[in-house]
């Protein structure tokens, strides 16, 4: 299985600062026939199911704000939340769909101070 | 707008099988458009893929689950459900029914809101 760890477990930032998380993968999930990276994003509010935010890496879904943003390619990725909302605060979790089984990480704490 | 829907026990005895059932909406089982699939999360731990069912009635599952798991759609009902057998304290989770991007490669674009099931005696 691919093995997908985030950083950090879990943050608290301001309202309107940047939050920064970040999911590393135990191999590549870089497709070189299509130069797409197979990860993905999710939100998860508190008592709510996972939300997609991100798929190729760094595509929004739609309807998802443009304070989100993701980046990174092959093993190493990046998802960035600027101007904290207090909406904000959730667990995110990075999933991979390269291969098979789907695995994410154990997700990202994100709370306001 | 697709509407998932968990149903099911919400206490399963440990040796015993779980099963559930999610009701689709907004959204055609029978299209080859999608995989349906099960995730679950145990209290306040992290995401597992259990494995999904397509229209054709082929299925993929997890390796680590797939001795356990049997999955099935029924298209007249509009539905497809989740079978575990043997169950352990270990398998306590809320599972999640859930829709799949064949064209995006699997990406989970739907979630139902979720079922608590506890294994306990």
């Known amino acids: 299985d691919i093995v997908m760890t985030q950083s950090p477990d879990s943050l608290a930032l301001s309202l309107g600062e940047r939050a920064t998380i970040t999911c590393k993968s135990s191999q590549t999930i870089l497709y070189r026939f299509n130069n797409k990276s197979y990860l993905a994003w999710y939100q998860q509010r508190p008592g709510q199911p996972p939300k997609l935010l991100i798929y190729w890496a760094s595509t929004r879904e739609s309807g998802v704000p443009d304070r989100f943003s993701g980046s990174g390619s092959g093993t190493d990725f990046t998802l960035t939340i600027n101007d904290l909302q207090a909406e904000d605060v959730a667990v995110y979790f990075c999933?991979?769909?390269?291969?098979?089984?789907?695995?994410f990480g154990q997700g990202t704490k994100l709370e306001i101070k | 707008q697709v509407h998932l829907q968990e149903s099911g026990p919400g206490l399963v005895k440990p040796s015993e099988t779980l099963s559930l059932t999610c009701a689709v909406s907004?959204?055609?089982?029978?299209?080859?458009?999608?995989?349906w699939s099960w995730i679950r999360q145990p209290p306040g731990k992290g995401l597992e893929w259990i494995g999904y069912v397509f229209y054709t009635g082929s299925n993929t599952y997890n390796p680590s689950l797939k001795s356990r798991v049997s999955m099935s759609l029924d298209t007249s009902k509009k539905e497809f459900s989740l079978n575990l057998t043997s169950v352990t304290a270990a398998d306590t989770a809320v599972y999640y029914c859930?829709?799949?991007?064949?064209?995006?490669?699997?990406?989970?674009?739907?979630w139902g809101q979720g079922i608590l099931v506890t294994v306990s005696s």
């Open positions: 859930a829709r799949e991007s064949v064209s995006l490669a699997g990406i989970v674009d739907s």
């Open positions: 999933q991979q769909y390269y291969g098979s089984p789907r695995t």
């Open positions: 907004g959204s055609s089982v029978r299209s080859g458009r999608f995989y």
